[in-house]
């Protein structure tokens, strides 16, 4: 009886193109957030950069060692590269999205490109958009929130340009879909590649969507992560963690906070 249900079931997801071989199974979603560990040096402190809302993000407090940002997404809020002026960083923006800044800052070079993995008109790679003018400098602090196309910009750049970045922020976009099988295991290899020469040092829900279960497990399709270069964690006792940390606020103040389910252990 049972194998005859599935049996009709199968007929049916095939009707509409959808192959359930090709879905997640619980194991294999595991394995990609097991990925999330948390680890802050002892001697680091967190310090909120940006607005109080969405805009805003949680970074390691070295921001005396960093000399440009490069921000790559922009959109209607430069709030986090307004508060980097009052530690004399520098900033560069790229979005393609935007004419221009929504206002002045100082020392802001803006660039009316997306990043892609092509250079064209429109577009820009990551790796040739650092190396037009800082292509030896190795104290940058990234911020990149591109709408998902972040997976390519990090497949796409080679280690030895994502060296020069001491702290990167990554919006992560689309997480729930790692129920598929094919995009699990593309996720996977771009946060493995990342984890090379960064840890992860803060992790934050954006609660601008509600969270989906994935085989049981909550997963937020927005998640902002701060990693800091593994060369600050030599010799180091780590903190212990807490998510939310203190200093997150709401990205979007009229919506309830989410939380982590227990499927999440950001501890090693």
């Given at each position: 009886?049972?194998k005859?249900?599935?049996?009709?079931l199968?007929?049916?997801?095939?009707?509409?193109?959808?192959?359930?071989?090709h879905?997640s199974?619980?194991?294999?979603?595991?394995?990609?957030?097991?990925l999330?560990?948390i680890?802050?040096?002892?001697?680091?402190?967190?310090?909120?950069?940006?607005?109080?809302?969405?805009?805003?993000?949680?970074?390691?407090?070295?921001?005396?060692?960093i000399?440009?940002?490069?921000?790559?997404?922009?959109?209607?809020?430069?709030?986090?590269?307004?508060d980097?002026?009052?530690f004399?960083?520098?900033?560069?923006?790229?979005?393609?999205?935007?004419?221009?800044?929504?206002?002045?800052?100082?020392?802001?070079?803006?660039?009316?490109?997306?990043?892609?993995?092509?250079?064209?008109?429109?577009?820009?790679?990551?790796?040739?958009?650092i190396n037009?003018d800082?292509?030896?400098?190795?104290?940058?602090?990234?911020?990149?929130?591109?709408?998902?196309?972040?997976?390519?910009?990090i497949?796409?750049?080679?280690?030895?340009?994502?060296?020069?970045?001491?702290?990167?922020?990554i919006?992560?976009?689309?997480?729930?879909k790692?129920?598929?099988?094919?995009?699990?295991?593309?996720?996977?290899?771009?946060?493995?590649?990342?984890?090379?020469?960064?840890?992860?040092?803060?992790?934050?829900?954006?609660?601008?969507?509600?969270?989906?279960?994935?085989?049981?497990?909550?997963?937020?399709?927005?998640?902002?992560?701060?990693?800091?270069?593994?060369?600050?964690?030599?010799?180091?006792?780590i903190?212990?963690?807490?998510?939310?940390?203190?200093?997150?606020q709401?990205?979007?103040?009229?919506?309830?906070?989410?939380?982590?389910?227990?499927?999440?252990?950001?501890?090693n």
């Amino acid at each position: 009886m049972i194998k005859n249900i599935k049996k009709f079931l199968r007929k049916i997801l095939v009707k509409f193109n959808i192959n359930i071989n090709h879905f997640s199974s619980k194991k294999e979603v595991l394995r990609f957030i097991d990925l999330f560990k948390i680890k802050i040096p002892e001697n680091i402190k967190l310090i909120r950069i940006g607005s109080n809302g969405d805009g805003g993000y949680l970074v390691p407090n070295i921001l005396d060692e960093i000399n440009y940002c490069y921000s790559a997404g922009i959109g209607k809020d430069i709030s986090f590269e307004k508060d980097l002026v009052k530690f004399d960083i520098k900033s560069y923006g790229a979005d393609g999205t935007i004419k221009d800044l929504p206002e002045h800052i100082e020392n802001y070079k803006f660039l009316n490109k997306n990043i892609g993995i092509i250079n064209n008109e429109n577009t820009i790679r990551f790796e040739d958009w650092i190396n037009l003018d800082n292509k030896d400098e190795t104290s940058l602090i990234g911020q990149i929130d591109i709408e998902g196309n972040e997976y390519d910009l990090i497949i796409d750049t080679p280690l030895k340009t994502l060296e020069k970045f001491k702290i990167l922020i990554i919006e992560f976009h689309y997480l729930s879909k790692i129920n598929n099988k094919f995009i699990n295991e593309h996720y996977y290899n771009t946060l493995k590649k990342i984890l090379c020469i960064f840890e992860i040092c803060h992790i934050h829900i954006n609660n601008a969507e509600e969270q989906i279960k994935v085989k049981g497990i909550k997963i937020p399709p927005l998640l902002e992560v701060t990693f800091l270069r593994k060369d600050f964690y030599e010799k180091r006792q780590i903190q212990n963690i807490k998510i939310p940390h203190e200093l997150d606020q709401e990205n979007i103040k009229n919506k309830k906070r989410q939380y982590f389910d227990e499927n999440w252990n950001f501890k090693n």
